[in-house]
C-alpha cells in the first residue's frame, strides 16, 4: 500500500467550493451523487461540514455495476445519519433517475403548496455520472458529459419541468484524501485522472481485495482454476491468460493492471461494491490513530529542536 494520500485539487474546484459554500443557505436539498461500487469513499466531507440542516438525498448511481447486497447495506447505513434519504439508481433507466426528483417533492411539499420551485443543488466528484443525471431529468444534453473527471467546470442553474431548479456544480474532491484506502479505490473506479495514479499501485491493491471478496468473478473472468495467494503472482497470472508478454517470457504488469482496472470499471468483471460500513469504520480508526502518530512525533521534534537551540545558546 502507498503513504501517500492522493491530492488532487485543480483551482477550478477551489472556486467551485467557495460558490458553494454560498449557495447553500438558499438551497432546499442537496442532492449528492455517489458511486455506488464506493458509497464511503466517493462522499465528500465537505458537504456534511457545510450542509447544517439541509435535507440531503444520498444517490447510489451505477449500481448495475455493484453488488446488490452490499447497496442495500449501505442504503440502510446512509439513512441512520438525520435528514438523509439514500437511494439507488442506474442512468440505463430513465425511470429510476426521475424517482430523485420524485423524492425531492415528498421531501418539501410545503414549497409546491405554496407555488413557489423546489432549489436543489447536484454534487458529486469527478466522473460519477452526474451530468448524465442532469442530461436525463431534462431530457436534452445541457450538462457535459465524458469517461474523463473534471469535465464539468462552472455552476449552472437548470429548471426542470416539474417545478425544480437544479443548481449544477462541478465534480470536485477535496484538498486531501486522508484515507489511503478510500484514494485507491478513487483511482480504481475512474474518480481521479489516470495521470494521478500508478496503474500497478491500484491494480496490485484492487486485485488483493477482489481475492478475498469476488474470488468466483476473478476466475470466470480471466479462466483461472485457482487463484494464487500473492497479488504479484495472481496479476502475473491475469497477464499470461491475456497475452500480456515482453520479450524473454516476461509478464507486462502494467499492461495486465489497465486491463483489470478497466474490466472493473465497466462492469466485465461482474457486479461488486469495493467496500462496506464495517470496514470503513476500521480504516477511520487506523486514520486517527495515524494523524495521531503523526502530531505526537511533530510535537517530538519540535521540542528536541527548541532543546537544542537553547544549549546551543548557553
Not at 436543489?120 to 457535459?144: D, F, H, Y
Not at 465497466?266 to 477511520?284: Q, R, V
Request: hydrophobic letters at 35%.
Amino acid at each position: 500500500m502507498i503513504n501517500n494520500s492522493i491530492q488532487w485539487f485543480p483551482g477550478h474546484m477551489h472556486k467551485a467550493r467557495k460558490e458553494i459554500e454560498e449557495a447553500i443557505p438558499r438551497i432546499d436539498i442537496i442532492i449528492e451523487v455517489l458511486d455506488a461500487r464506493i458509497p464511503f469513499s466517493s462522499e465528500n466531507p465537505m458537504i456534511r461540514r457545510i450542509r447544517k440542516d439541509k435535507l440531503v438525498i444520498k444517490v447510489l448511481n451505477k449500481r448495475d455495476l455493484a453488488d446488490p447486497e452490499m447497496t442495500a447495506l449501505w442504503l440502510a447505513h446512509l439513512e441512520k445519519e438525520q435528514g438523509v434519504k439514500a437511494i439507488a439508481i442506474t442512468t440505463n433507466e430513465i425511470s429510476e433517475v426521475n424517482k430523485i426528483m420524485e423524492l425531492c417533492q415528498k421531501l418539501v411539499p410545503h414549497r409546491t403548496d405554496m407555488g413557489k420551485q423546489i432549489r436543489t443543488m447536484i454534487m458529486g466528484i469527478p466522473n460519477v455520472g452526474k451530468s448524465t443525471i442532469i442530461n436525463t431529468l431534462i431530457g436534452r444534453v445541457v450538462a457535459k458529459t465524458g469517461n474523463q473527471p473534471a469535465v464539468t467546470r462552472q455552476q449552472q442553474r437548470i429548471n426542470l419541468p416539474n417545478g425544480i431548479v437544479l443548481s449544477d456544480t462541478p465534480g470536485i474532491l477535496w484538498p486531501k484524501v486522508e484515507n489511503p484506502h478510500s484514494g485507491f479505490r478513487l483511482a480504481a473506479t475512474g474518480a481521479v485522472k489516470d495521470t494521478a495514479m500508478e496503474y500497478d499501485e491500484v491494480a496490485f491493491y484492487t486485485v488483493e481485495y477482489l481475492a478475498k471478496a469476488y474470488p468466483e468473478q476473478l476466475k470466470k473472468r480471466y479462466q483461472i482454476e485457482s487463484l494464487p495467494t500473492n497479488d504479484v503472482e495472481l496479476m502475473e497470472a491475469i497477464g499470461e491468460k491475456r497475452g500480456c508478454l515482453r520479450s524473454g517470457g516476461r509478464i507486462d504488469l502494467h499492461k495486465a493492471s489497465e486491463i483489470l482496472i478497466n474490466d472493473l470499471r465497466n462492469g466485465a468483471l461482474g457486479p461488486i461494491t469495493l467496500e462496506h460500513p464495517e470496514m470503513i469504520t476500521k480504516e477511520l480508526l487506523e486514520v486517527e490513530e495515524e494523524i495521531s502518530r503523526k502530531t505526537e512525533e511533530k510535537i517530538k521534534t519540535k521540542e528536541e529542536r527548541r532543546k537544542r537551540y537553547l544549549r546551543n545558546k548557553r
